[in-house]
């Protein structure tokens, strides 16, 4: 009897020990962690369906749910689809028990002509699913490349040697050049400028594109027949004479192949000139007074030419002293004057009157403040008179000069401006001199002693020196 109780008694104990053993085997639905197996794949735009997998670390004994994002630049439904389907940009995925890889498929659909990059997150994992550090995946649709078909050059010239604009052309001209072939990329060619000697880019003409370094640079893209740019002429109001300048191909790129003509010529005609009949002499101005009573003026174009003689020392900025080799008038502009001493010029006298002004015939109300500039700084040597040959008129409006005067008011204080007696004391002959308070000298110190006087005669006959230089002791 106590032989079957010591039976029994080891029969519980082993049975009990069993049932320890089984409660110490892991638990196979612990967490897991899942991850994508790459992190950056590419596909291209029409090539067949691909694989994304996922990897779990470990199995799981029943079934979890995460799901994926989709966003970047690719459209779903345009470029590309998944299967399983994405509802509002989410990939549902279904991980079965005993498994430890999984997988959807990325579908390419319509091409384009740009890459287009789709990422994939992993998001929501459910309670037995863990994201590990690769839950980003990055997948690059690639366009399909298209070799292009051997290229043979294609080649460039001008489509004509010569081109011929007026000076007043403010529109310019455009200047092509024919592309005969094709092109299949962007190439490039330069053109060289000849301007001939004394001509200016920027000052005579210029051109769009501009140039660099002297060279002009023009781009050839695919499929273009024709290229150009555009040469505009600088209408100076000067008399300068007609030009030429040359373009001729430089450089050309890889693709490109030179054809004639490769040099044209663009003829610039100056268009300042003006018919003979038209210019006249100042004297001939001066003697029209004689045959009209008060004020008078011109009704059709009448032009002049002489250099300007005045600078500073004269009524105000609309006032110049102009003088041929027949005479000299005061000449008063609408506006300013737009010339300085020195030029040499031409002016349309058409609807400027004529009047006496402070007892000197002048020409007031000119609308030409420009002119045509015929030159810049030309000296006009002065007239030599005496005190004496200032009184009947004779030579209002010149340059004069007066030789062993002196300014009896001198006396290191008295200053330029306003009117002061000039003396000739061999001769016992007086003059005046007057001087603007706006003279670039009106406020230096009158000179005393011997002096040789350069100016203007004018207002009253009285002398207008222009600089403190034309006074020599």
């Known amino acids: 009897m106590k032989t079957q109780i010591l039976l029994l008694f080891f029969l519980i104990l082993l049975i009990s020990g069993c049932v320890d053993t089984e409660e110490k085997v892991d638990n196979p639905t612990k967490v897991s962690q899942v991850n994508f197996e790459l992190e950056s794949q590419s596909l291209s735009m029409k090539g067949t369906p691909m694989e994304v997998k996922l990897e779990l670390d470990k199995p799981l004994s029943g079934e979890e749910l995460l799901h994926i994002r989709i966003t970047g630049n690719a459209i779903y439904g345009h470029h590309f689809n998944t299967q399983p389907e994405a509802h509002q940009n989410l990939i549902p995925i279904s991980i079965l028990p005993g498994t430890n890889k999984v997988l959807f498929t990325l579908i390419p659909l319509l091409p384009d002509e740009e890459e287009k990059i789709i990422f994939f997150t992993m998001e929501d994992p459910s309670g037995n699913l863990a994201l590990g550090n690769k839950k980003?995946?990055?997948?690059?649709?690639?366009?399909?490349?298209?070799?292009?078909?051997?290229?043979?050059?294609?080649?460039?010239?001008?489509?004509?040697?010569?081109?011929?604009?007026?000076?007043?052309?403010?529109?310019?001209?455009?200047?092509?050049?024919?592309?005969?072939?094709?092109?299949?990329?962007?190439?490039?060619?330069?053109?060289?400028?000849?301007?001939?000697?004394?001509?200016?880019?920027?000052?005579?003409?210029?051109?769009?594109?501009?140039?660099?370094?002297?060279?002009?640079?023009?781009?050839?893209?695919?499929?273009?027949?024709?290229?150009?740019?555009?040469?505009?002429?600088?209408?100076?109001?000067?008399?300068?004479?007609?030009?030429?300048?040359?373009?001729?191909?430089?450089?050309?790129?890889?693709?490109?192949?030179?054809?004639?003509?490769?040099?044209?010529?663009?003829?610039?005609?100056?268009?300042?000139?003006?018919?003979?009949?038209?210019?006249?002499?100042?004297?001939?101005?001066?003697?029209?007074?004689?045959?009209?009573?008060?004020?008078?003026?011109?009704?059709?174009?009448?032009?002049?030419?002489?250099i300007v003689t005045s600078a500073s020392n004269v009524a105000n900025d609309k006032t110049i002293y102009l003088q041929d080799e027949s005479g000299g008038i005061m000449l008063q502009f609408v506006l300013p004057k737009m010339v300085a001493y020195g030029d040499k010029v031409m002016f349309n006298l058409k609807n400027g009157s004529g009047k006496i002004v402070n007892e000197q015939k002048a020409i007031t109300d000119i609308a030409d403040i420009v002119g045509i500039i015929l030159g810049r700084n030309r000296f006009l040597a002065p007239e030599i008179v005496t005190l004496e040959d200032l009184v009947n008129g004779s030579f209002q409006g010149k340059k004069v000069q007066i030789e062993n005067v002196s300014f009896p008011a001198a006396n290191g204080i008295v200053k330029w401006e306003g009117t002061h007696l000039l003396k000739n004391e061999s001769q016992n002959q007086t003059a005046v001199v007057a001087t603007y308070a706006h003279a670039s000298f009106g406020q230096q110190v009158l000179p005393a002693g011997k002096l040789t006087l350069t100016g203007i005669v004018g207002d009253r006959n009285y002398i207008l020196v222009q600089h403190e230089g034309d006074v020599i002791r």
């Open 136 to 306: 980003n995946c990055q997948v690059r649709l690639v366009p399909l490349v298209i070799n292009p078909p051997e290229e043979t050059p294609a080649v460039i010239s001008f489509e004509i040697e010569k081109i011929i604009l007026a000076e007043n052309q403010q529109t310019g001209v455009k200047v092509h050049l024919s592309i005969e072939g094709n092109v299949y990329q962007s190439r490039w060619i330069t053109l060289s400028m000849i301007v001939p000697v004394g001509k200016t880019y920027g000052t005579d003409f210029y051109t769009n594109p501009g140039p660099v370094l002297g060279e002009l640079g023009l781009s050839v893209n695919p499929g273009e027949e024709r290229i150009s740019f555009t040469i505009f002429p600088v209408n100076d109001r000067e008399v300068k004479g007609d030009f030429s300048i040359q373009f001729e191909l430089h450089y050309l790129s890889e693709g490109l192949e030179l054809g004639e003509p490769r040099r044209v010529e663009i003829e610039i005609l100056e268009d300042d000139i003006i018919q003979p009949e038209l210019i006249h002499s100042i004297k001939s101005v001066r003697e029209r007074f004689e045959e009209f009573e008060g004020d008078w003026y011109f009704p059709e174009d009448y032009y002049i030419q002489g």
